[in-house]
Nanobody, 125 residues
Framework: QVQLVESGGGLVQAGGSLRLSCAPS????????MGWFRQAPGKEREFAAA????????FYEDSVKGRFTISRDYSKNTVYLQMNSLKPEDSAVYYC??????????????????WGQGTQVTVSS
């Protein structure tokens, strides 16, 4: 059974940092693009960041550019989302996703094949 397991969420003050991790199990995701989406209460799930399967290309939603960094460690089969300068509006459940054939349509959630259960990030003002 394929699973994506997120960790690293929590409560942090505005201006602080968190690092989310996503560790797939059940298969190797080295050929998959990996991404992070987020969903705040009462809002639709939105794209946050993605990294191509070969790790050279990264993509970010405009509001997180310059503050979030996505990376992947192939030896650990793990993807990270380093979040700095956090704002209250970053509060959401963050979901890890894996996709094989995204056709460069990274922001479209329907393109992604596997999803994690989510980890809560809460930023207090």
């Amino acid at each position: 059974q394929v699973q994506l397991v997120e960790s690293g969420g929590g409560l942090v003050q505005a201006g602080g940092s968190l690092r989310l991790s996503c560790a797939p199990s059940g298969r190797t995701f080295s050929r998959y693009a990996m991404g992070w989406f987020r969903q705040a209460p009462g809002k639709e799930r939105e794209f946050a960041a993605a990294i191509s399967w070969f790790g050279k290309n990264t993509f970010y939603e405009d509001s997180v550019k310059g503050r979030f960094t996505i990376s992947r460690d192939y030896s650990k089969n793990t993807v990270y989302l380093q979040m700095n300068s956090l704002k209250p509006e970053d509060s959401a459940v963050y979901y890890c996703a894996a996709g094989l054939n995204l056709q460069n349509d990274y922001t479209n959630g329907a393109r992604w094949d596997y999803w994690g259960q989510g980890t809560q990030v809460t930023v207090s003002s």
